[in-house]
């Protein structure tokens, strides 16, 4: 299984960004997936996750700004993100919604300046 996270970048506060994910080696249709962000010195979390039936649930910190969403047929999970702000500064990874992941992608780092 490979995980491909890409679209992140350096940008000011208040603008968008979109990620994506290529997920290769598995049927995506089989599994919830999430996105996860690990900013320096801290842990990983949970920012979006979406159900193999498209429900959708979010961090406190990001709800109402990002919004997951996945094209099964292209294998690609998505992560609009709005309204960034600095504190959204992390690298960005996606993987299965489940105790135990896949092999960790490298993430795509996004860097919010204020």
């Known amino acids: 299984v490979q995980l491909q996270a890409c679209g992140g970048g350096i940008v000011q506060a208040g603008v968008s960004l979109r990620l994506s994910c290529v997920v290769s080696g598995i049927n995506l249709n089989n599994y919830d997936m999430g996105w996860y962000r690990q900013a320096p010195g801290k842990q990983r979390e949970l920012v979006a996750g979406?159900?193999?039936?498209?429900?959708?649930n979010y961090a406190d910190s990001v709800k109402d700004r990002f919004t997951i969403s996945r094209d099964n047929a292209k294998k690609t999970v998505n992560l609009q993100m709005n309204r960034l702000k600095p504190e959204d500064t992390a690298v960005y990874y996606c993987n299965k919604k489940s105790i135990v992941k896949f092999l960790w992608g490298q993430g795509t780092l996004v860097t919010v300046s204020s």
């Open positions: 979406i159900s193999r039936d498209g429900s959708t």
